[in-house]
């Protein structure tokens, strides 16, 4: 695996790559979820290339970005093992440099949700994404389902500016306990770590309103996933979500997909997760 840190050592290395070229852009502190997407544009690419960048445009609260966990050893050596050919791991200056003055900022899609929860979130998103697109110029991108909402916002970006890369969405990777791999996991005390799996309990009933019960009442879905958190008093309610698949707009009644999110904190560590729901014909 070859270490690039800047623009130049990157577009060096890429001038030689063979293509297809797939990308996987990090934030660092691997875990099975991100080899999930290696795995997936090492199948799909004769070139793999990932990016390990912890963005502070998309952080709001500083102490957030200072906290999240780095090791630059750890992840190489896991980034190398799942078969990454070329590691983009530049410093902040070289991803912005002086004078660097632009806003990618998506439209709709991006609003709701995190996007309310944590505003100017999707604008550092999608304005590193855009950039890292031109830097690496891969016929494909890998993101992960778990971030549900991001994906939709780089797809509509993606299709809104004509971007030459493919954006792939993969399935969430999860631990046996149903809980979503994440980085912020790592922060979790052994007891935050427990409590957490309630997370996808919760979303599972949500899931089993819908396609089990026959549920259409979105309310009805909302106060079922919110009873299954109430069960766990360390855990408190950023929001919890029955929103449309494809617009995110959230629901009165489901008559199509629907997605089912909830942003939670344990410990003073927020984390996402989500699950698909179709209702029963
Ligand atoms: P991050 O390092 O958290 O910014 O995530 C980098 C990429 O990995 C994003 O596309 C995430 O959606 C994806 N990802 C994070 N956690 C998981 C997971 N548990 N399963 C699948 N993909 C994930």
Redesign the pocket.
Known sequence: MLVVRTRAELRAALASAPRPVGF???????????V??VERARAESATVVMSIFVNPRQFGESADFARYPRSEPRDFAMAEAAGVDIMFAPGVEDVYPAGFDTVVSVGAISRPLEGAARPGHFDGVATVVALLFALVGAERA??????YQ??AVIRRMALDLALPTEVVP?????EPDGL????RNARLSPAGRAVATVIHRALVAGVAAIEGAGQRDADAVRAAMTAVLAQEPAVAVDYVSVADALTLAELAVIHGEAVLSMAVRVDGVRLIDNELATPRP
């Open positions: 996987v852009p990090t934030m660092g502190w691997l875990h099975a979820g991100h999930s997407l890998y993101f992960g389902l778990k971030d991001q994906v993969c399935p969430t990777v999860r979503a791999m994440s980085s």
